[in-house]
């Protein structure tokens, strides 16, 4: 069944739910309680709406579909904008949207996490350093770090994206 161009009411019919892996958190919560510790700590000292961005933009390179659900939506929830988080995946292309602090984070995660094109380049670095002081820095490379590390359990596990609400615990 599909929808009529008038979009009436009837229904959509969704191609099936794939079927998580592992309940990874279940089966070594001690892992997963120091990943939350590792979070929490990595968190410190961004600004939030820099942070949902960072992890917005790994979990689109990594294709993790539950951290990207999970982050736009928290992400939505603390006021980011529909078309800011909908631009992120083509922030080259759209720059405007984005202050050049925030820029700078972005070209830094896509370097930090998709290291098979090779060592982060040192003019993507400087440029980070250049908006960021190096304590902020440091952070915003353990937030980059621990998103990825999201990114790996995530879609490893199969995580399923869609029945995340903002505020619950992953």
């Not at 592992?22 to 968190?43: E, G, N």
């Not at 879609?155 to 869609?162: E, F």
Request: with cysteine; charged share 25%.
């Amino acid at each position: 069944m599909t929808m009529t161009d008038d979009h009436s009411a009837t229904p959509v019919e969704h191609a099936p739910e794939p079927t998580p892996r592992l309940d990874w958190a279940a089966l070594a919560p001690d892992v997963f309680k120091a990943m939350v510790r590792l979070d929490t700590a990595a968190q410190r000292g961004l600004d939030p709406t820099l942070r949902e961005l960072v992890k917005i933009r790994a979990s689109q390179l990594n294709h993790c579909a539950f951290c990207l659900d999970m982050h736009s939506k928290d992400a939505l929830a603390a006021g980011e904008s529909v078309e800011r988080i909908v631009q992120l995946s083509a922030w080259k292309e759209s720059p405007h949207f984005y202050t050049e602090k925030e820029l700078a984070a972005l070209e830094l995660t896509e370097a930090v996490t998709v290291l098979t094109d090779g060592f982060v380049p040192d003019e993507v670095y400087e440029r980070a350093a250049r908006h960021f002081e190096e304590a902020e820095l440091v952070q915003l490379i353990a937030a980059i770090t621990v998103i990825n590390a999201w990114n790996r359990f995530g879609v490893t596990c199969r995580r399923m994206p869609g029945h995340y609400r903002p505020g619950q615990h992953p």
